[in-house]
């Protein structure tokens, strides 16, 4: 999965959620700048900052890493 296809389980999931990269930074503790860049492909996510947003979205990490589909319900 290359950091785009990352970038956009992560817009896409935020969007689900209903969240702003604003409460999305502010669940994750994760810079709002970073957010940005990560959903659009200009950042890699390191590993905590990878659990801290799986974590904050409510998904898997092998989901947003493309391991996994997404399972609803």
Not at 12 to 36: C, D, H, M, N, Y
């Amino acid at each position: 999965m290359t950091i785009e296809e990352t970038g956009q389980r992560v817009l896409l999931q935020r969007r689900a959620l209903k969240l702003s990269q604003r409460q999305l930074a502010e669940r994750s503790g994760i810079p709002t700048q970073v957010i940005s860049n990560v959903e659009r492909g200009k950042q890699d996510v390191f590993a905590q900052r990878m659990a801290a947003l799986a974590k904050a979205l409510k998904v898997s990490t092998d989901y947003l890493l493309g391991l996994r589909e997404k399972i609803h319900g």
